[in-house]
C-alpha cells in the first residue's frame, strides 16, 4: 500500500515558467511533509518542508503548498532554472516520527 | 567536507557473500538513518539509531541484515549471504533531535549482486 503517491513519473517545463509537481497521501497521521531533491549520483538534498499547521512555505523559488482536506501537497517553483532538472521526491512522516515514508519520485526535465 | 559520507560508493559482490558498509554522519548529528532505494521508487527505511541505541528496524530488515553504530558515532550495515534481490542504493542520513525530521543524506553505496 502506498501512503505517498507521486503521480506523474516525470515533467518537462520550459525555463522560467512555473514548475508544480504533485503529491498525494493516503494517511491521514501524517503531520508533516519534506521535498528533497537528488541528481544523478548523490543522495537526496533537503529543500523545503511544511508541517500541517501550516498550507503554505515559501523559500526563495520553492513553495510547497498543503491541502489536508484533499490530502494533497505540492511544490511550485518559480522560475524554473536549468539547474532544478532533478528528480523531486515528496516525503512524510507521522508524529514526528523519525521515520520518512516516499514516493516514487518526479524527473523533471527543464528544457532551454 | 562535513557532510554525511559512505563508503563504499559502489560495491559488486557475488551471490552469497557478506558485504559491509560504513557511514559517518554529521558530526553533531545524534540521529542515523538507513534506506534503501531501488530503481524507480523512493527510498525505503530499514533502520534508526538514536546515539549508539537502535530504536526501530523495518520488517524489511530481513535476519541477514544487522546495523550497528558502536559509541554514537559511525555506522555499519552489513549483509550476510547476499541474494540479487539485495541490489539496490544503500543510503544513510543523519538529523539532529528535535521536531524537523529534516535529514541530511550521504552519496549512497550501490549494491550489485551478480
Known amino acids: 500500500d502506498q501512503q505517498v503517491k507521486q503521480n506523474s513519473p516525470s515533467l518537462s517545463v520550459q525555463e522560467g515558467r512555473i514548475s508544480i509537481l504533485n503529491c498525494d497521501y493516503t494517511n491521514s497521521m501524517f503531520d508533516y511533509f519534506l521535498w528533497y531533491k537528488k541528481y544523478p549520483a548523490e543522495g537526496p538534498t533537503f529543500l523545503i518542508s511544511i508541517s500541517s499547521i501550516k498550507d503554505k512555505n515559501e523559500d526563495g523559488r520553492f513553495t510547497v503548498f498543503l491541502n489536508k482536506s484533499a490530502k494533497h501537497l505540492s511544490l511550485h517553483i518559480v522560475p524554473s532554472q536549468p539547474g532544478d532538472s532533478a528528480v523531486y521526491f515528496c516525503?512524510?512522516?507521522?508524529?514526528?516520527?523519525?521515520?520518512?515514508?516516499w514516493g516514487a519520485g518526479t524527473k523533471l526535465i527543464i528544457k532551454p | 567536507d562535513t557532510g554525511v559520507s559512505q563508503d563504499p560508493r559502489h560495491k559488486i559482490t557475488k551471490r552469497g557473500q557478506n558485504v559491509t558498509f560504513r557511514c559517518d554522519p554529521i558530526s553533531e548529528h545524534n540521529r542515523l538513518y538507513w534506506y534503501r532505494q531501488t530503481l524507480g521508487q523512493g527510498p525505503e527505511f530499514l533502520t534508526y539509531?538514536?546515539?549508539?541505541?537502535?530504536?526501530?528496524k523495518s520488517r524489511l530488515l530481513s535476519d541477514r541484515f544487522s546495523a550497528e553504530r558502536p559509541k554514537g558515532s559511525f555506522s555499519t550495515l552489513e549483509i550476510q549471504r547476499t541474494e540479487q534481490g539485495d541490489s539496490a542504493m544503500y543510503l544513510c542520513a543523519s538529523s539532529v533531535t528535535g521536531d524537523s525530521t529534516e535529514a541530511f543524506f550521504g552519496q549512497g553505496t550501490r549494491l550489485t549482486v551478480v
Open positions: 516525503a512524510a512522516s507521522a508524529d514526528s516520527n523519525y521515520q520518512l515514508i
Open positions: 539509531f538514536q546515539n549508539e541505541a537502535q530504536l526501530e
